[in-house]
């Protein structure tokens, strides 16, 4: 009894301490006026946070899988759609509480993940990246031609999880939760050992490290928290159809995560935000919003990596590696 | 302060480690290894010697697991390992550094050194005295430990190659088979690889290295193996193989200094 | 089931033919430069995309009503203008960014995400289809198919001769070869790698293009069908061994049969997951295909 009392005091002087530093404040501010937003009344605005929250876990959980374990995945929303549609199939079908439906969507997404995982061991970058994509095209040609789940319609009229507001506080939760504790995970000794995969699987190799166990590990753990975000989705919009499933999903994972900084996880959040507070500006002009976007990001990709992607985000790395004194 | 660490012997065939016998590996038209025989005894340091091209680094490739002969075998301590994958390798106790040099760039130097003892045989061995601990001591043993919240990238490059050992020895190994530890060094960083190398040989690890150029293994290597073309061509202390005719052949025929 | 073989064998080499169109170029890309293309689809897409819409504007001019006249026309501006933007990407995108391997697959599939909003944006989200050039069906082995297949099938033995040819024989062929197997010691040697990685581009948006313009008439186009292609492309070089010529022609014939089999002897839905499980099983067994040299790097 004694040790958990000695632990609880030291973890809340800590707190304090993180609190009263400049970025520990500016943290707690954006999340004190990210809790008051349904407060505002203004319901539309809640409605853009929910969207903005839920792919911020997707992001973060992509920046998992890329940033800390190496694994550059272009088929994120595989996960994302299986648990969505999953979620969406227990609850509307089986009557499920949606807490436990997302429940289950997660461990189908995990399973997935594995299933997915398994066979692009041996890819490694763009090979990884097309074979992942291949996987997410191939489930998006099945719903999409197949009758199983509704076929092109989906699945639809699912039932609220609460008012908006009720709404928003959930998945705000969801949010803060999962980022901590992704961030956890990769703080932990599991996380270095994935940050040595990323940096030279060889070497990790050559130090014991079973890199396939690992490899797997990362893609099972990357997979949940996507499939957390996919059921989340899928409640949020009252409907699932094939289009979950869509490479547009994958990017929009990869593009909040690099926007944010890859390797931060809490990154994920700025990326998440940023982008789906544009997307809704660009709104208006519908059709030519995404060719805008699509545009935008194609010019921000080319020149921002001029020649090498890599050197600017190893900066990014370095620099929060070093100011966390790893 | 805790030791390098403490050894256990395997027991196994009377004295020998390490078993090599009629390993062939070939690449396409080019034989790399060419039915290759030697044995290597527990406690021994064992240099080998040859050219460039002469197939050193492919051997170490298929004794430590990296590639997979054609033919023959490997047995350390009486255990087949012929096609193990090397993470299973290194965790029944043989460890390798690499030619050029490799790190795990964005971790810190102590991290680099954590993940090895983080393997299973480093759990085993360090999991008491804790992985932070043991990393921090082998750190300190290779001369980094005050470097040890700093990435890799600063190091020079005698420095680096300290850590590539501290990274093998995270893994508690009996056998560590170091390749060309000496290439690229300046004098006082060779001898301080040198300074390790003894200090881990009185501790009892089984050293074999690689090495073209003579002069270093001399002094530091009572036995020597020749290979020439992926064939081993001469054996024994180094005075007597540095002064054997094939070797010598070997060398000058290929416009290669000795020493 | 004496009907069955016939069937197969013609579907087959329709489907084989269109594979290998597909592939062929998407291969040849990464053969020469390790350059994975996710705008690979994206070239089917825009190339029908055009050849559509100049259909359109040029009937809608009175007295130009001559179909294959039209369709002609169309072909050639759609081809022109996915070979200039084969070259585009190369010169604007691929090229400044191919030291970053994912940089040149992260721009590719903005690339293609570029197209599928842009063909919506003049366009419309809408499926519509090409009326196809050659009319009719065709009578083959007792099966009557549509005669635009043939001419599917003829071009691309015609192109895929053609270009094979090139590259064995011609100079820029040899080049092209030489910077496949060692593009450092290709530009010690003298030999523009810049140039000769651009013309493989050109090639394979040629290829792919030929491919939409022979294929998509009788046949429906959307913004999304990109992909499509795309994963096609991809599961049949994996299967016949990235940057391998004669791999990619050969795993898609035997891809087509496959598929057609799988059709006939399963159902039609189940042979689309046909490429999913030649990808998980070469993945699994031997990811380097068929007749592939290059490891997976």
């Given amino acids: ?326 | 302060m805790y030791g390098i660490y403490g050894i256990r012997y395997e027991e196994g065939k009377m004295g020998l480690i390490l078993e090599v016998k009629n390993l062939t590996k070939k690449f396409g038209g080019l034989t790399a290894v060419n039915d290759v025989n030697f044995e290597v005894h527990r406690g021994e340091i064992l240099g080998l010697i040859g050219p460039n091209g002469a197939g050193k680094t492919t051997l170490f490739q298929l004794i430590s697991g990296f590639e997979k002969p054609n033919s023959g075998s490997v047995r350390f301590n009486g255990v087949d390992i012929t096609g193990k994958r090397p993470c299973q390798i290194v965790n029944l106790g043989l460890a390798r550094t690499f030619q050029l040099v490799r790190s795990f760039r964005f971790l810190s130097l102590l991290d680099n050194i954590s993940v090895a003892c983080l393997s299973p045989r480093g759990r085993e061995a360090f999991g008491e005295v804790g992985i932070d601990a043991a990393a921090s001591s082998i750190l300190a043993s290779v001369g980094l430990v005050d470097k040890a919240r700093l990435p890799p990238v600063i190091l020079p490059h005698g420095d680096l190659r300290k850590l590539e050992i501290g990274k093998a020895l995270g893994t508690n190994p009996e056998f560590l088979l170091l390749d060309e530890p000496f290439s690229g060094l300046a004098h006082e960083e060779s001898a301080g690889i040198t300074r390790l190398i003894e200090q881990l040989h009185e501790e009892g690890v089984t050293v074999f290295m690689t090495g073209h150029v003579l002069r270093e293994l001399m002094t530091l290597v009572p036995r020597v193996i020749a290979m020439h073309q992926g064939r081993l061509i001469a054996e024994g202390p180094p005075k007597e193989v540095a002064s054997n005719k094939i070797v010598l052949e070997a060398y000058l025929g290929r416009g290669e200094g000795f020493a | 089931m004496s009907i069955l073989l016939e069937e197969i064998l013609i579907f087959g080499t329709i489907q084989g033919a269109l594979l290998a169109l597909l592939a062929l170029g998407f291969s040849l890309v990464y053969g020469v430069g390790g350059l994975l293309n996710l705008a690979h689809g994206a070239f089917f897409l825009i190339t029908a995309y055009i050849v559509y819409w100049t259909i359109h504007l040029l009937t809608s001019i009175p007295g130009l009503s001559y179909y294959p006249l039209v369709f002609g026309i169309a072909a050639v501006v759609g081809l022109s203008s996915v070979v200039t933007i084969g070259a585009v990407t190369y010169l604007g995108l691929m090229k400044p960014l191919q030291k970053s391997h994912i940089g040149v697959v992260l721009v590719t599939f903005a690339m293609a995400f570029f197209f599928e909003q842009f063909v919506k944006f003049v366009g419309d989200p809408k499926t519509h289809y090409i009326v196809p050039v050659v009319p009719g069906t065709v009578t083959l082995l007792g099966i009557t198919f549509p005669a635009q297949l043939l001419a599917l099938v003829f071009g691309s033995v015609i192109l895929v001769t053609l270009v094979t040819l090139f590259i064995s024989k011609s100079t820029i062929g040899k080049s092209i070869r030489a910077v496949s197997q060692d593009p450092e010691a290709a530009e010690l040697v003298g030999i523009n790698t810049d140039m000769v990685m651009m013309t493989s581009v050109m090639i394979s948006a040629l290829l792919v293009g030929f491919a939409a313009v022979l294929y998509a008439p009788g046949n429906y186009i959307a913004p999304r069908i990109g992909w499509g292609y795309l994963l096609l492309a991809f599961s049949v070089t994996i299967f016949g061994g990235m940057g391998s010529i004669p791999g990619s022609i050969l795993g898609a014939y035997v891809m087509g049969y496959a598929t057609t089999l799988t059709d006939y002897l399963i159902s039609p839905s189940f042979s689309q997951i046909v490429p999913l499980i030649v990808i998980l099983v070469m993945l699994l067994v031997r990811p380097q295909g068929l007749l592939g040299k290059k490891r997976l790097q």
């Avoid at chain 1, 992001?59 to 800390?68: E, H, N, Q, V």
Wanted: proline letters at 3%; charged letters at 10%; one cysteine or more.
């Fill in chain 1, 1 to 326: 009894m004694m040790k958990l009392q000695f632990d609880w005091r030291s973890r809340l002087s800590r707190f304090r301490v993180w609190a009263l530093s400049f970025r520990g404040g500016i943290t707690l501010l954006c999340l004190v006026g990210l809790l008051l937003v349904p407060l505002t009344g203004r319901e539309y605005l809640a409605r853009i946070v929910i969207t903005a929250m839920i792919l911020t876990i997707f992001a973060a959980s992509w920046d998992l899988l890329a940033g800390f374990a190496g694994q550059v995945s272009f088929g994120h929303a595989a996960f994302f759609g299986i648990s969505g549609y999953v979620t969406a199939a227990f609850v509307k079908f089986v009557g499920a509480p949606w807490f436990l439906a997302i429940f289950i969507g997660t461990g189908w997404a995990v399973v997935f993940s594995l299933l997915i995982g398994i066979p692009c061991l041996r890819l490694k970058g763009p090979y990884l990246a097309l074979g992942t994509l291949a996987f997410a095209l191939i489930l998006y040609n099945l719903f999409l031609t197949g009758t199983w789940l509704g076929g092109t319609e989906g699945i639809s009229a699912l039932p609220n999880i609460g008012s908006v507001f009720v709404e928003f506080y959930i998945m705000a939760a969801f949010m803060v939760a999962s980022l901590i504790i992704m961030r956890a995970i990769v703080d932990s000794r599991l996380g270095t050992i994935l940050k040595a995969i990323r940096d030279d699987e060889v070497g990790a190799d050559a130090a014991g490290i079973n890199t396939t166990v690992y490899k797997l590990v990362a893609f099972m753990v990357s997979g949940l928290f996507a499939g957390i975000s996919g059921g989340l989705f899928v409640l949020d919009i009252t409907a699932v159809n094939p289009a979950v499933y869509q490479p547009l999903y994958s990017f929009y994972a990869i593009i909040m995560a690099s926007i944010g900084g890859i390797a931060t996880i809490y990154g994920s959040i700025v990326g998440s935000f940023l982008f789906t507070l544009l997307s809704e500006f660009l709104r208006p002009l519908a059709a030519a919003s995404l060719l805008i976007f699509a545009t935008l990001l194609i010019l921000i990709i080319r020149f921002s990596e001029e020649g090498v992607m890599n050197p600017f985000l190893e900066h990014v790395r370095d620099l929060w590696d070093k100011i966390r004194g790893r």
